[in-house]
Protein backbone atom coordinates (compact mmCIF):
# COMPACT_ATOMS: atom_id res chain seq x y z
CA UNK A 1 0.00 0.00 0.00
CA UNK A 2 1.19 3.77 -1.00
CA UNK A 3 0.76 6.76 1.19
CA UNK A 4 -0.63 8.20 -2.09
CA UNK A 5 -3.26 6.01 -2.65
CA UNK A 6 -4.98 6.83 0.35
CA UNK A 7 -8.08 8.92 -0.33
CA UNK A 8 -6.86 12.97 -0.15
CA UNK A 9 -9.78 13.79 2.63
CA UNK A 10 -8.39 10.99 5.09
CA UNK A 11 -4.49 11.71 4.41
CA UNK A 12 -5.88 15.55 5.08
CA UNK A 13 -7.05 14.89 8.44
CA UNK A 14 -4.43 12.27 9.71
CA UNK A 15 -1.62 14.85 8.62
CA UNK A 16 -4.01 17.56 10.75
CA UNK A 17 -3.41 15.26 13.61
CA UNK A 18 0.60 15.25 13.51
CA UNK A 19 1.19 17.32 16.21
CA UNK A 20 -0.72 14.92 18.60
CA UNK A 21 1.11 12.51 20.37
CA UNK A 22 -1.64 9.85 19.64
CA UNK A 23 -4.92 10.67 17.35
CA UNK A 24 -7.96 11.51 19.98
CA UNK A 25 -11.07 9.80 20.82
CA UNK A 26 -14.31 11.32 19.56
CA UNK A 27 -15.16 14.24 22.17
CA UNK A 28 -11.83 14.70 22.45
CA UNK A 29 -11.01 16.20 18.85
CA UNK A 30 -11.58 19.88 17.67
CA UNK A 31 -15.12 21.13 15.93
CA UNK A 32 -12.96 21.95 12.74
CA UNK A 33 -11.85 18.42 12.43
CA UNK A 34 -15.27 16.70 13.82
CA UNK A 35 -17.04 19.43 10.12
CA UNK A 36 -13.95 17.57 8.19
CA UNK A 37 -15.15 14.01 9.32
CA UNK A 38 -18.63 14.83 8.87
CA UNK A 39 -17.72 15.72 4.83
CA UNK A 40 -16.15 12.57 4.64
CA UNK A 41 -18.22 10.28 5.79
CA UNK A 42 -21.02 11.44 3.92
CA UNK A 43 -18.72 11.18 0.70
CA UNK A 44 -17.86 8.04 1.21
CA UNK A 45 -20.78 6.09 2.57
CA UNK A 46 -22.41 6.96 -0.57
CA UNK A 47 -25.20 9.53 1.37
CA UNK A 48 -27.00 11.68 -1.30
CA UNK A 49 -26.13 15.13 -0.36
CA UNK A 50 -26.36 18.95 -1.28
CA UNK A 51 -24.46 21.78 -1.00
CA UNK A 52 -27.26 23.92 1.16
CA UNK A 53 -27.82 27.89 1.71
CA UNK A 54 -30.46 29.75 3.06
CA UNK A 55 -31.76 32.87 4.52
CA UNK A 56 -33.28 33.06 8.22
CA UNK A 57 -36.41 35.41 8.79
CA UNK A 58 -36.63 37.96 10.80
CA UNK A 59 -39.35 36.55 12.96
CA UNK A 60 -37.49 33.74 13.75
CA UNK A 61 -34.28 36.06 15.41
CA UNK A 62 -37.25 37.53 17.36
CA UNK A 63 -38.75 34.38 18.11
CA UNK A 64 -35.22 32.82 19.26
CA UNK A 65 -34.67 35.82 21.62
CA UNK A 66 -37.92 35.30 23.12
CA UNK A 67 -37.23 31.55 24.14
CA UNK A 68 -34.12 32.46 25.27
CA UNK A 69 -32.18 30.41 22.81
CA UNK A 70 -29.53 30.41 20.34
CA UNK A 71 -30.68 31.56 16.94
CA UNK A 72 -28.76 28.11 15.23
CA UNK A 73 -30.35 25.68 17.82
CA UNK A 74 -33.74 27.31 17.41
CA UNK A 75 -34.06 27.28 13.52
CA UNK A 76 -32.45 23.75 13.46
CA UNK A 77 -35.43 22.62 15.79
CA UNK A 78 -37.60 23.74 13.88
CA UNK A 79 -35.55 22.28 10.42
CA UNK A 80 -35.45 19.09 11.85
CA UNK A 81 -39.11 19.17 13.04
CA UNK A 82 -40.47 20.10 8.91
CA UNK A 83 -38.23 17.73 7.42
CA UNK A 84 -39.30 14.62 10.01
CA UNK A 85 -43.34 15.66 9.24
CA UNK A 86 -42.34 15.69 5.63
CA UNK A 87 -39.46 12.55 5.21
CA UNK A 88 -41.37 9.94 8.02
CA UNK A 89 -38.79 7.29 8.31
CA UNK A 90 -36.45 8.93 5.62
CA UNK A 91 -33.13 9.67 7.61
CA UNK A 92 -31.92 12.63 6.72
CA UNK A 93 -29.29 15.61 8.74
CA UNK A 94 -28.40 19.27 9.06
CA UNK A 95 -25.24 21.11 9.35
CA UNK A 96 -25.05 24.94 9.11
CA UNK A 97 -23.47 28.28 10.33
CA UNK A 98 -24.64 31.03 10.20
CA UNK A 99 -23.59 35.06 9.60
CA UNK A 100 -24.66 38.53 8.86
CA UNK A 101 -26.00 39.77 5.37
CA UNK A 102 -23.76 42.62 4.61
CA UNK A 103 -25.59 45.74 4.99
CA UNK A 104 -25.32 46.83 1.44
CA UNK A 105 -27.44 43.64 0.59
CA UNK A 106 -30.66 45.52 0.30
CA UNK A 107 -33.79 43.73 0.90
CA UNK A 108 -32.68 40.50 2.42
CA UNK A 109 -32.93 39.31 6.06
CA UNK A 110 -30.54 40.27 8.39
CA UNK A 111 -28.85 36.91 8.69
CA UNK A 112 -28.06 33.96 6.45
CA UNK A 113 -26.23 30.22 6.57
CA UNK A 114 -23.96 28.00 4.52
CA UNK A 115 -24.01 24.44 5.38
CA UNK A 116 -24.72 20.76 3.98
CA UNK A 117 -27.89 18.54 4.21
CA UNK A 118 -28.17 14.96 3.67
CA UNK A 119 -31.59 13.00 2.75
CA UNK A 120 -31.18 9.10 3.00
CA UNK A 121 -33.12 8.87 -0.52
CA UNK A 122 -32.26 10.40 -3.73
CA UNK A 123 -35.52 10.74 -5.11
CA UNK A 124 -36.26 14.42 -2.90
CA UNK A 125 -33.65 15.86 -4.67
CA UNK A 126 -34.61 15.57 -7.85
CA UNK A 127 -35.06 18.85 -9.69
CA UNK A 128 -38.62 20.16 -10.52
CA UNK A 129 -40.52 17.16 -9.10
CA UNK A 130 -43.01 17.00 -6.88
CA UNK A 131 -40.83 15.46 -3.91
CA UNK A 132 -38.15 18.34 -4.40
CA UNK A 133 -40.89 20.93 -4.41
CA UNK A 134 -42.43 19.62 -1.10
CA UNK A 135 -39.22 19.74 0.23
CA UNK A 136 -38.27 22.96 -0.62
CA UNK A 137 -41.94 24.85 0.53
CA UNK A 138 -41.04 22.97 3.91
CA UNK A 139 -37.59 24.58 4.44
CA UNK A 140 -39.09 27.89 3.28
CA UNK A 141 -41.49 27.75 6.07
CA UNK A 142 -38.72 26.21 8.29
CA UNK A 143 -36.55 28.94 7.84
CA UNK A 144 -39.13 32.02 8.43
CA UNK A 145 -39.11 33.13 4.21
CA UNK A 146 -40.64 36.46 4.48
CA UNK A 147 -41.57 38.85 1.42
CA UNK A 148 -37.79 40.32 1.60
CA UNK A 149 -36.99 37.59 -0.82
CA UNK A 150 -38.93 35.69 -3.80
CA UNK A 151 -38.50 31.68 -3.03
CA UNK A 152 -36.20 31.10 -5.63
CA UNK A 153 -33.50 33.22 -3.80
CA UNK A 154 -34.41 32.16 -0.40
CA UNK A 155 -32.56 29.42 -0.53
CA UNK A 156 -30.29 26.86 -2.33
CA UNK A 157 -29.46 23.52 -2.72
CA UNK A 158 -27.07 22.52 -5.19
CA UNK A 159 -25.37 19.21 -5.97
CA UNK A 160 -21.45 19.87 -5.69
CA UNK A 161 -18.38 17.33 -5.03
CA UNK A 162 -17.65 19.48 -1.82
CA UNK A 163 -13.98 19.51 -0.14
CA UNK A 164 -13.12 20.95 2.95
CA UNK A 165 -12.92 24.38 1.59
CA UNK A 166 -16.91 24.67 1.51
CA UNK A 167 -16.46 23.93 5.35
CA UNK A 168 -13.70 26.52 5.81
CA UNK A 169 -16.13 29.22 3.85
CA UNK A 170 -19.00 28.24 5.74
CA UNK A 171 -17.60 28.57 9.42
CA UNK A 172 -15.72 32.36 8.17
CA UNK A 173 -17.60 34.00 10.51
CA UNK A 174 -16.39 31.77 13.04
CA UNK A 175 -12.65 33.29 12.72
CA UNK A 176 -14.64 37.01 12.72
CA UNK A 177 -13.55 37.78 8.56
CA UNK A 178 -17.00 37.78 8.00
CA UNK A 179 -18.35 40.25 10.85
CA UNK A 180 -16.04 42.53 10.34
CA UNK A 181 -18.45 43.71 7.24
CA UNK A 182 -20.77 45.07 9.73
CA UNK A 183 -19.76 44.01 13.33
CA UNK A 184 -16.55 43.53 15.58
CA UNK A 185 -18.32 41.18 17.72
CA UNK A 186 -20.85 38.62 17.00
CA UNK A 187 -24.62 40.33 17.79
CA UNK A 188 -25.80 39.46 20.67
CA UNK A 189 -28.60 38.75 19.53
CA UNK A 190 -28.23 35.42 17.98
CA UNK A 191 -26.22 33.57 20.81
CA UNK A 192 -23.39 31.26 20.40
CA UNK A 193 -22.81 28.87 19.14
CA UNK A 194 -23.62 30.46 15.66
CA UNK A 195 -23.33 26.61 14.20
CA UNK A 196 -25.90 23.49 14.50
CA UNK A 197 -25.50 19.86 13.11
CA UNK A 198 -28.27 17.22 13.92
CA UNK A 199 -27.95 14.63 15.95
CA UNK A 200 -27.85 12.07 12.72
CA UNK A 201 -25.43 13.70 11.17
CA UNK A 202 -23.39 13.61 14.25
CA UNK A 203 -23.51 10.29 14.29
CA UNK A 204 -22.37 9.50 11.22
CA UNK A 205 -19.37 11.73 11.31
CA UNK A 206 -18.64 9.75 14.41
CA UNK A 207 -19.11 6.78 13.19
CA UNK A 208 -17.03 6.61 10.30
CA UNK A 209 -14.04 8.12 12.54
CA UNK A 210 -13.78 5.05 14.66
CA UNK A 211 -14.21 3.19 11.87
CA UNK A 212 -10.79 4.88 9.91
CA UNK A 213 -9.13 5.45 13.20
CA UNK A 214 -6.71 2.14 12.56
CA UNK A 215 -5.84 3.73 9.23
CA UNK A 216 -5.47 7.32 10.65
CA UNK A 217 -3.50 5.84 13.69
CA UNK A 218 -1.11 4.24 10.88
CA UNK A 219 -0.62 7.38 9.17
CA UNK A 220 0.21 9.15 12.11
CA UNK A 221 2.64 6.50 13.23
CA UNK A 222 4.14 6.45 10.02
CA UNK A 223 3.07 2.18 9.94
CA UNK A 224 0.57 2.95 7.28
CA UNK A 225 2.65 0.50 5.13
CA UNK A 226 2.14 -2.51 7.10
CA UNK A 227 -1.51 -2.45 6.78
CA UNK A 228 -2.24 -5.65 5.26
CA UNK A 229 -5.19 -6.23 2.96
CA UNK A 230 -7.50 -8.01 6.10
CA UNK A 231 -6.55 -4.46 7.39
CA UNK A 232 -8.17 -2.67 4.31
CA UNK A 233 -10.74 -5.09 4.20
CA UNK A 234 -12.21 -4.34 7.17
CA UNK A 235 -12.16 -0.99 7.12
CA UNK A 236 -14.08 -1.43 3.68
CA UNK A 237 -16.55 -3.55 4.73
CA UNK A 238 -20.42 -2.39 3.89
CA UNK A 239 -19.35 0.15 1.72
CA UNK A 240 -21.53 0.77 -0.96
CA UNK A 241 -18.77 0.33 -3.30
CA UNK A 242 -17.21 -2.69 -1.41
CA UNK A 243 -13.52 -2.54 -3.29
CA UNK A 244 -13.63 1.50 -2.64
CA UNK A 245 -10.57 1.35 -0.04
CA UNK A 246 -9.34 -2.24 -1.48
CA UNK A 247 -8.63 -0.81 -4.62
CA UNK A 248 -7.08 2.51 -3.90
CA UNK A 249 -4.54 0.33 -1.82
CA UNK A 250 -3.46 -1.81 -4.35
Excluded at 67 to 83: C, D, F, H, M, T
Excluded at 96 to 113: D, G, Q
Excluded at 192 to 219: G, N, Q, V
Aim: net charge positive; charged share 30%.
Amino acid sequence: HSFEALTPEIDSIANSMLSYERPKRWYDTKELLRLYMMLVALKHTGVPYRKLTFYIGQELVEASIAAGQPLAGYVNKRISRALKRLLGDVEFGVWFHIEPTPEKSVKRPPYHAHGILFIDDQSWFIRDSSKRKKLGRAFLKATGQDDTMCPQNWQEMKKQDLTFGWIDYSRQSRRNRMFIMDFEICPEEIGDPLSAMSHSMARRAKSFYERMLPLIRAIVGNKYLEFSFDDWRKLNEGYPDPLAFLSAAE
